[in-house]
């Protein structure tokens, strides 16, 4: 198991290697230059020179590639051209906050999306299941900003409950800010994502009744509540638990609208303002971060499969 | 009589849906006492399987169920749902089919064998194990004690059967019901499974209903038969008297139409037509239609027969109209070259472990198989599962690519053709495949399915269109009505014939045959060994059979070979295979296969083999039969055994002891 954990991540390397090529190539290919936004519209011609020069834009693409690698493989991202700090730094302390409300969407989505799912498969095409199917389509068809403005509206212009921009607190130091500042875009995330987890699993579910092993337990005398929760229940997870990682995944390049209309200091809205600004190793390292974070999930979910069936077999 | 276990009285199972109401089960009555084994076949759609779910009160929610069941001194149909709980696992234990798929993949088999008890309350969880272990072992699966932590892959078919009979046992209930417990199992393994099924059917003293489409196993293990058609029973009465003297003339006719190792037959007694469809049964008598008897007589027409033992207005006639089958001829001598010529093939998956995929093991499936099939003749291949007859065909089929060896179809080695040559060679060689689930894409139709190859080369509007597709239909059996159909709407039997259909079609001059019939029913597998007869007179088709069946294999082979661990071990022409076995392992296979007669009933002629085939990967030394064998010496253990023509008899054989006397 360790073995397989440490043979997957030795895959990173040449990913993030390749992905980092790939933005780079990405970002020269598409004109403009943060120069201009960097210096205002009045700047002379001189004024630009230098500080093209001080960035070293002025050199061939490639040898700008190859000082950021060797400077990256040393752990230094660069320094943002706007803001002139380092892009690790800023980098670090968005993290925190995109993941918190990452997990926090995907949280709602489970607790939504799981009892709708079960109570759906539990009796197929009845009322229920069809106004529980009704529920899912509506909060996939919904968009999410206008599900956001909504809940800004209600929540925070009319009720005065909560926060109308979302600010980010560690949950573990300032719990109560952290729960206020998050409910309404882990809401409106978490509701979107439930509609896809209890479409899928209610699916995953359905087809699994229909297994011979189903009708097994069933003749053993087990509860039907034992027959869904345990047997159909793990097997439906198998590709639930793929779902529900790449949904994670999603959220952290993802989120990047929902952060836009709540303000919310994540690493969405800073990949939004450093594209906005051109900030290119802002937007490196940025996207770069999202994709090991991608990746770190994608493994994640490869173990608790690994968990979970043990016909797989990670030799 | 002692008071039955299970009593049903007029039972009728009606299912509702979007469409209109099919009525599955009409109106069927019987009883089985503490020790007794009630058999019930029937062919698939008859009902047996709706049957035994409406005893366990498991049928789904679109079911309606009428009469009177009472199990265990249970009002099924009345009882709600938590004492319907509570009697499955404490009075009722059930056995399902297919063992692959009854146990959870995901659970430990032990887990899975003790939770009926723990949920009953009759045993706590941290006796489980203890329990589990118990069990296994009286099922003769080794070593119980590291089982019960391994998972159902882990086990091979058999076993995980044997496992699936000791959770029905686990609670003690006075009822078995097994739903075809060894159809998915090899010989030599049913013949182990149903022993252990009988001997804890003794040591328990429970009923059991035994579902089948196996006149073999009935013949061999039950003290009743119920024969159903068409949801009801149309004869009951003791095993040895329906098999002697059948009354009416449904069960007459499946046994005139079963292919038997004791007999020679040219051709198998057919049934005509084809089950009917339960949602438009006609007036009379709903077998009228197939009925030899019925067709010019009014009464059976106008009046359903009432069930008296036999559901038929002429009971006792049925015998006497049915034609003896001639006795086959001689095979005539093979003539000019062969269609197939296969030497030396070998076929070995590497197995990959560790950190950096190496090779660390090699699974030899086939180890040097030579075989050729002329033109127009039968070579059935037939062996247990694992020992490589499908990896031999799909190897010659090109679905695999062979580790070396060569492969010669009509007169080409195969191996070095371009890809257009290859896809033309393809339409004369065809393949049907085992699995009449997997084998079917599930989102087309019937119709589309069949004509798919034809499609796939072009020759759709050629070869007559859908005219030509429904023609195909109407000769495995299946209405043209079910064209329009999708798979998952048929019986495994009717896709079974979906797939020979579609091998069909391109008018091949091979088919590979890997199990065709295993899924079928008597009447239509008679039917289709019928129409491959056919087929291969009319168009001088090469058949290469793949089977266990061996009575099957011995009905419609010219030659046979037998394969074991990937080698062929005795080839010879069919005759003097069956007549006169050479290798012990061929001698197993025949006495294990189950004879519909059950005056042959513990005539001491079988061997039951112990153990399960060994694993391809670590084959025995020597002798790879070794472990197994009843005649093996030191020498075996050492030295492998020529595969050798043999002094007298027109037989190669692999063995260093070769039987002598006819069995
Ligand atoms: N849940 C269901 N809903 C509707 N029809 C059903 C259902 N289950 C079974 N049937 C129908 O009832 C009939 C009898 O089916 P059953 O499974 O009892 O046959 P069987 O005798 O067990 O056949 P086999 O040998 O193929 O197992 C078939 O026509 C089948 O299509
Ligand atoms: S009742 Fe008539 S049609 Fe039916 S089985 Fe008897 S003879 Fe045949
Ligand atoms: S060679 Fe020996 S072990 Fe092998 S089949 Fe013959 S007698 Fe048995
Ligand atoms: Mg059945």
């Known amino acids: 198991m360790i073995a397989y954990i440490l043979r997957r991540l030795a895959q990173f390397i040449p990913v993030l290697l390749l992905a980092s090529l790939g933005i780079w190539a990405m970002i020269y290919a598409v004109p403009g230059s943060p120069i201009g936004a960097l210096v205002g519209e009045n700047a002379t011609p001189e004024q630009i020179a230098a500080i093209t020069i001080r960035l070293g834009l002025d050199q061939p693409i490639l040898v700008q590639y190859w000082r950021w690698l060797l400077a990256a493989l040393h752990g230094d991202l660069g320094h943002s051209i706007q803001s002139r700090e380092p892009v690790l730094d800023l980098i670090a302390t968005r993290i925190p906050a995109t993941l918190q409300l990452g997990l926090a969407a995907t949280l709602v989505g489970l607790l939504v999306g799981i009892p709708v799912a079960v109570a759906s498969a539990l009796k197929p095409n009845s009322l229920l299941d069809r106004a529980l199917s009704g529920w899912s389509a509506l909060a996939l068809g919904v968009p999410t900003f206008w599900l956001g403005i909504l809940l800004i509206l209600l929540f925070a212009v009319h009720l005065h409950w909560l926060p109308s921009a979302s600010a980010y607190f560690p949950l573990i130091s300032d719990p109560i800010p952290a729960l206020t500042n998050l409910a309404l875009p882990a809401l409106t995330l978490g509701l979107y994502i439930s509609g896809i987890f209890s479409r899928f699993l209610r699916a995953a579910l359905l087809g699994e009744l229909h297994a011979d092993y189903v009708r097994t337990a069933r003749s053993k005398g087990l509860r039907e509540r034992d027959v869904i929760g345990r047997h159909v229940m793990r097997n439906a997870m198998l590709p639930f638990v793929t779902i529900v990682g790449l949904s994670l995944a999603n959220f952290i390049g993802g989120t990047v609208i929902t952060e836009a209309v709540f303000t919310y200091p994540g690493l969405g809205r800073l990949l939004i303002q450093a594209i906005g600004v051109r900030d290119y190793p802002l937007i490196q390292g940025c996207i770069l971060f999202i994709l090991a974070i991608y990746i770190t999930i994608n493994l994640l979910v490869d173990v608790l499969y690994a968990y979970i069936d043990p016909r797989i077999d990670y030799h | 009589m002692a008071v039955p276990v299970v009593s049903v009285r007029g039972l009728e199972v009606t299912f509702v849906g979007a469409g209109r109401p099919l009525t599955a089960v009409r109106g069927i009555s019987f009883d089985v006492a503490a020790g007794e084994v009630l058999g019930i076949v029937g062919e698939s759609g008859s009902g047996k399987s709706v049957t035994s779910l409406a005893l366990t009160g498991l049928l789904g929610p679109n079911a309606r169920v009428r009469g009177q069941i009472s199990l265990a001194g249970i009002d099924v149909i009345a009882a709600d749902a938590e004492t319907l709980r509570l009697m499955r696992g404490r009075d009722v234990g059930m056995v399902f089919q297919d063992p692959a798929t009854t146990l959870n993949p995901v659970f430990p088999v032990g887990r899975q064998i003790t939770e009926g008890q723990i949920a009953h309350g009759t045993l706590r969880p941290e006796r489980a194990p203890a329990r589990a272990a118990a069990l296994l072992r009286e099922v003769d699966v080794p070593d119980p004690a590291a089982r019960i932590s391994q998972f159902p892959h882990q086990f091979s078919g058999g076993m995980r059967q044997r496992a699936v009979i000791a959770m029905a046992m686990a609670g003690h209930p006075r009822l078995i019901i097994a739903d075809e417990p060894t159809t998915a199992l090899d010989v030599t393994v049913q013949a182990?499974?149903?022993?252990?099924?009988?001997?804890?059917?003794?040591?328990?003293?429970?009923?059991?209903?035994?579902?089948?489409?196996?006149?073999?196993?009935?013949?061999?293990?039950?003290?009743?038969?119920?024969?159903?058609?068409?949801?009801?029973?149309?004869?009951?009465?003791?095993?040895?008297?329906?098999?002697?003297?059948p009354r009416h003339p449904y069960t007459a006719a499946l046994l005139r139409s079963l292919p038997r190792i004791d007999a020679d037959e040219a051709r198998l007694s057919t049934i005509p037509g084809q089950p009917p469809h339960l949602g438009r049964l006609a007036g009379g008598c709903s077998f009228r239609p197939r009925c030899p008897l019925g067709q010019a007589r009014d009464i059976c027409a106008s009046d359903p027969p009432e069930h008296d033992g036999v559901a038929c207005h002429f009971p006792g006639e049925a015998l006497a109209t049915l034609p003896r089958p001639a006795p086959s001829k001689k095979p005539e001598a093979q003539t000019g070259s062969p269609l197939l010529e296969v030497a030396d093939l070998r076929v070995e998956f590497p197995i990959r472990t560790g950190l950096l995929r190496r090779q660390s093991g090699t699974v030899r499936a086939v180890s040097g198989v030579s075989l050729s099939v002329w033109p127009g003749e039968t070579l059935g291949l037939v062996g247990e599962s694992g020992c490589g007859k499908t990896t031999t065909g799909r190897a010659i089929m090109g679905l695999i690519r062979p580790t070396s060896g060569s492969i010669r179809f009509a007169g080409q080695e195969i191996g070095g053709l371009p890809r257009g040559a290859m896809r033309r060679l393809r339409r004369d060689m065809q393949y049907v495949f085992q699995d009449p689930y997997s084998s079917l894409n599930p989102i087309r139709t019937a119709g589309e399915i069949v004509a798919e190859p034809l499609r796939i080369h072009g020759l759709h509007a050629e070869m007559g269109g859908d005219a030509y597709v429904a023609g195909l239909f109407d000769r495995v059996g299946l209405p043209r009505a079910t064209m329009s159909r999708f798979p998952r709407e048929f019986s495994g039997g009717q896709r079974q014939r979906i797939g020979i259909a579609r091998a069909l079609a391109l008018q091949p001059k091979l088919l590979i045959l890997d199990e065709p019939v295993a899924a079928l029913d008597v009447s239509i597998q008679a039917q289709i060994v019928n129409l491959l007869k056919d087929l291969q007179r009319e168009l001088g088709l090469a058949y290469i059979f793949i089977a266990h069946d061996l009575a099957v294999v011995h009905h419609i082979a010219d030659r046979v070979a037998v394969m074991y661990l990937g080698r062929i071990v005795e080839e010879s022409d069919k005759a003097t295979l069956y007549a006169r076995p050479l290798h012990p392992y061929t001698r197993s296979l025949l006495s294990a296969v189950p004879l519909p007669d059950p005056a042959a009933r513990g005539g001491g002629r079988r061997i039951i083999l112990e153990g399960d085939i060994p694993s391809p990967a670590r084959p025995p030394s020597g002798c790879a039969f070794h472990p197994r064998c009843f005649r093996a010496s030191p020498l075996c253990a050492t030295d492998v055994p020529a595969f050798a023509a043999h002094a007298t008899l027109p037989s190669l054989v692999a063995c260093h002891h070769p039987m002598e006397a006819a069995p």
């Open chain 2, 192 to 245: 182990q499974v149903l022993a252990v099924l009988a001997r804890r059917q003794r040591e328990t003293k429970a009923a059991v209903i035994l579902i089948t489409h196996d006149l073999g196993v009935i013949a061999e293990v039950a003290d009743r038969v119920a024969v159903m058609y068409a949801g009801r029973i149309v004869e009951t009465g003791p095993v040895a008297e329906i098999f002697r003297a």
